[in-house]
């Protein structure tokens, strides 16, 4: 492989630093996403489309809701086992969606401990991050 773009690195690392580009890049989109949220989010009641449990431990909630457009849209989140449980397929579930890109999503259980977060940290004089 001499004379490669791999160098002496060889080709078995490209896949776990693929791996890691990856991660970081949907780590960065989220938190832009959640950002987005935080700006200007809306509040609307959206619906339970399906409940499901992985490993007995991650919780997952399958929820639409309509936007101002009067547009569907479809989300799945990761959510607390006392969510999950709180809530029955069917059934209404508090969501915030974005203004400007109503297709970004998540629960509002969520937003509220972020904004919560947020104040505390303004408030004991810590940099605001909004």
Request: aromatic fraction near 8%; hydrophobic fraction near 35%; charged fraction near 20%.
């Amino acid at each position: 492989m001499e004379g490669s773009i791999f160098g002496s690195l060889g080709s078995g690392c490209l896949v776990p630093l693929l791996f890691l580009v990856a991660i970081v890049v949907v780590l960065l989109r989220r938190g832009l996403q959640w950002k987005l949220l935080l700006q200007d989010g809306v509040e609307t009641t959206g619906t339970v489309v399906k409940k499901q449990i992985f490993r007995n431990l991650d919780y997952r909630i399958r929820y639409q809701y309509v936007d101002q457009t009067g547009r569907t849209h479809s989300h799945r989140s990761a959510v607390t086992d006392e969510v999950y449980h709180g809530c029955e397929e069917g059934g209404p579930f508090p969501v915030v969606y974005s203004r400007s890109k109503p297709h970004i999503s998540a629960p509002k259980y969520l937003i509220d401990q972020s904004r919560a977060a947020m104040e505390k940290k303004r408030a004991s004089g810590g940099p605001a991050t909004s």
